[in-house]
C-alpha cells in the first residue's frame, strides 16, 4: 500500500468524467488499497479515484465506525428522498468548508471489491459521502454546489 498524490484545485483532472471499471484486476485491488490508506492519512471521510489522478469510477468510504470502509465501484445513485443542509469540506479543498444541500437518504448501485453487484440504501453522512463523491466522478466539485455566503478558509493548525 502506498499513499497517493492527492489532486487539488485548479487541477484540470478533476472537472473529467471518470470511465466506469471493466475489470476488477489487481491494478484496481491496489488503487483501492492506496486509496484507503491516503483517505486515513489525511483524514478524509471519503476518496474519488480522480483525487489521485485515476479517471476510474472507484470511491472509498470510511465513517470511522465499526463497519470499516466501504468500496464503491461504478456507484449510481438510482434514487434519492428528503434534502439536508451540511458542512462540507473536500481533501482536493483542503481547509475550505461550506454548506451546500444534499439528499437526505440515497440508494446506490454498485460493486464491491470482490465484483458482487450491490445495493444500498443510506442516510445522513453517508448519504451525503456518496453524492460528494459519486460527484467526483462526473466531474463536479462541491465548491460548485455551496450555498451563497457559507464558504470559510480555516487555517490549518501549525505545530
Avoid: W
Wanted: charged share 35%; with cysteine; glycine share 6%.
Amino acid at each position: 500500500m502506498a499513499i497517493r498524490n492527492l489532486r487539488y484545485e485548479g487541477d484540470e483532472i478533476l472537472k473529467k468524467r471518470s470511465r466506469e471499471v471493466d475489470v476488477i484486476d489487481e491494478k484496481i485491488q491496489t488503487l483501492i488499497d492506496d486509496m484507503i490508506e491516503t483517505m486515513h492519512k489525511y483524514n478524509g471521510v471519503g476518496l474519488a479515484a480522480v483525487q489521485v489522478g485515476v479517471l476510474k469510477r472507484v470511491v472509498v468510504i470510511d465513517l470511522y465506525d465499526d463497519n470499516g470502509p466501504i468500496v464503491f465501484i461504478n456507484p449510481a445513485i438510482l434514487k434519492t428522498k428528503g434534502e439536508q443542509e451540511v458542512d462540507e469540506g473536500c481533501l482536493s479543498f483542503p481547509n475550505q468548508f461550506a454548506k451546500v444541500i444534499r439528499p437526505a437518504e440515497v440508494v446506490v448501485e454498485y460493486i464491491d471489491r470482490e465484483g458482487k453487484k450491490r445495493k444500498l440504501k443510506a442516510k445522513e453522512l453517508l448519504a451525503q459521502a456518496i453524492c460528494h463523491e459519486t460527484d467526483h466522478l462526473n466531474g463536479e466539485v462541491f465548491v460548485d454546489k455551496i450555498l451563497p455566503g457559507t464558504l470559510e478558509y480555516i487555517e490549518p493548525d501549525k505545530e
